[in-house]
């Protein structure tokens, strides 16, 4: 069955940066676009971005734009997001999410989520 | 860009009840309409798609309905596992903008 297995927790100081990555099993990788969703503590869901597995072009938030860098590794399956010039609202689950029907076939919905990443950002 | 509202941002109800979540779009986004639910500690759910769509395992006690810039999700007949977090989402383009969270807790 399909399965988005995460990174595990990370605590980083201000100014630093995180990556965390989301490796995808028991479907085709490349054929399936991959997002981002992030949820700080006691808030709500916060979407933060999708890639395209198979040409590797993503889209970023506005909000996110010059800070974070989603990339995918197709020898592994696996999907990065990478937030730089952290500070402490960056301080979130991260989730990676599959959008369903296939890169050919969207049905522009989130099927299957990661276990969810926690990064903390403090000093 | 597009803002979504959810209306009530929380709600308490009993067992059998029939609980209606609205969630209102800043302009039309067609159908592009998703609910999740979320419950402590875990991942979101997928329950509708496309506005009106049942995820495939999810109880047909859930249903959603609504186009344009007004939507709905219905539970029937709430039951002990329903009472989580609901979230509307929209994805008619990016950002696929989430509402802000309605909590379904017990009366």
């Known amino acids: 069955q399909v399965q988005l297995v995460q990174s595990g927790a990370e605590v980083k100081k201000p100014g630093a940066s995180v990556k965390v990555s989301c490796k995808a099993s028991?479907?085709?990788?490349?054929?399936?676009?991959l997002h981002w969703v992030r949820q700080a503590p006691g808030q709500g869901l916060e979407w933060m971005g999708v890639?395209?597995?198979?040409?590797?072009?993503?889209s970023y938030a506005q909000k996110f734009q010059g800070r974070v860098t989603m990339a995918r590794d197709t020898s592994t399956s696996t999907l990065y997001m990478e937030l730089s010039s952290l500070r402490s609202e960056d301080t979130a689950i991260y989730y990676c999410?599959?959008?369903?029907?296939?890169?050919?076939?969207?049905?522009?919905?989130?099927?299957?989520w990661g276990q969810g990443t926690l990064v903390t950002v403090s000093s | 860009d597009i803002q979504m509202t959810q209306s009530p941002s929380s709600l308490s109800a009993s067992v059998g009840d029939r609980v209606i979540i609205t969630c209102r779009a800043s302009?039309?986004?067609?159908?592009?309409l998703n609910w999740y639910q979320q419950k402590p500690g875990k991942a979101p759910n997928l329950l509708i798609y496309?506005?009106?769509s049942l995820q495939s395992g999810v109880p047909s006690r859930f249903s959603g309905s609504g186009s344009g810039t007004d939507f709905t999700l219905t539970i029937s007949s709430l039951q002990p596992e329903d009472f989580a977090t609901y979230y509307c989402?929209?994805?008619?383009?990016?950002?696929?903008?989430f509402g802000q969270g309605t909590k379904v807790e017990i009366k």
């Open positions: 302009q039309s986004i067609s159908s592009y």
């Open positions: 028991a479907y085709t990788f490349t054929s399936y676009y």
């Open positions: 890639t395209n597995p198979s040409s590797g072009a993503t």
């Open positions: 999410a599959r959008e369903g029907g296939g890169i050919a076939a969207r049905l522009r919905t989130l099927d299957y």
């Open positions: 496309g506005a009106s």
């Open positions: 989402q929209k994805s008619n383009s990016n950002p696929w903008t």
